[in-house]
């Protein structure tokens, strides 16, 4: 639920030093919400990327690879700056962490998963992600949280893994085709 989800993210930045804590329900973390939302799960395995070497001060930030989602239209996503990369990691981490172990409990017939299969989803990806945040941020509760959450995986789903998202609509299907075939 929203309150859970707001002290997961929340609880990871009480250790860090960042704007989001102080502005969970405004603005920032409205924008950060929806940018999640946006961000094609297929361009996020690759987080976190280290920030490209090529941005001078005060050009565009750019990480090579973020887009939107297919049926959207896979756009290149840019962000205003590293800072707000490591809130989108951070967002996306602590988002999946409070859904997966319920995710988990049952299939998923749209993903075409069985019971247990979303513990495998992308899991080398958040796994990254919390490195990095404990690296770029020192925030410490990522790591700790994702292994509490992951120490929680039945040992018979631990060796799998998905590392792509499955389309999950007719769009979505079309969309990656369409993107595979240019």
Not at 79 to 85: G, K, Q, R, T, V
Not at 90 to 112: F, I, M, R, S
Request: charged share 20%; hydrophobic share 40%.
């Amino acid at each position: 639920d929203r309150g859970t989800f707001d002290a997961t993210v929340l609880g990871l930045y009480a250790a860090g030093t960042t704007e989001l804590g102080t502005h969970l329900a405004g603005p920032l973390a409205d924008a950060l919400s929806a940018l999640d939302a946006l961000v094609s799960p297929d361009a996020s395995n690759g987080w976190p990327a280290p920030p490209p070497s090529t941005s001078q001060p005060g050009d565009p930030f750019r990480l090579s690879g973020l887009r939107a989602r297919p049926e959207l239209g896979a756009f290149p996503i840019q962000l205003e700056s590293e800072a707000e990369w490591l809130d989108l990691v951070t967002l996306t981490l602590a988002d999946y962490l409070e859904q997966v172990e319920g995710a988990a409990t049952k299939a998923n017939p749209g993903y075409g998963w069985a019971v247990g299969e979303a513990w495998g989803y992308r899991r080398v990806a958040y796994s990254a992600m919390a490195a990095v945040l404990v690296e770029e941020r020192g925030l410490h509760p990522a790591k700790e949280m994702w292994e509490a959450v992951y120490g929680e995986e039945p040992e018979t789903c631990r060796g799998h893994i998905t590392a792509r998202t499955p389309p999950l609509t007719a769009a979505a299907r079309l969309a990656r085709q369409a993107i595979e075939s240019a």
